[in-house]
């Protein structure tokens, strides 16, 4: 009983610094868009200019989709039964 309750413990510790580091990626995005705006950041790519919020915009989005996948495995171990498998890293599974 005690080793369920340290398992729970451990995936909360994990989920919360998963969020943690998803929000601080999404806050760096929109920062970063923020500052290219207001200080006309450009990056030189290939030759041509770019603008720097158009990288910040990359980064939020990127931010908001982790944040997204975050919270879809924060639904799957809230599932009953959930627990680690080495089957879930092996190659061309296929998800039911």
Known sequence: MMLYKTQDKSKIISLIGLFVMSSL????????SVY???????????GSQIPGYVFGIVVTFLGARYFASVLRLKGELASIGSGFSWSNFKMGKKKA
């Open 25 to 32: 990626i999404l806050v760096s995005g929109v920062g970063f």
């Open 36 to 46: 290219s705006l207001i200080c006309n950041v450009q990056f030189s790519v290939l």
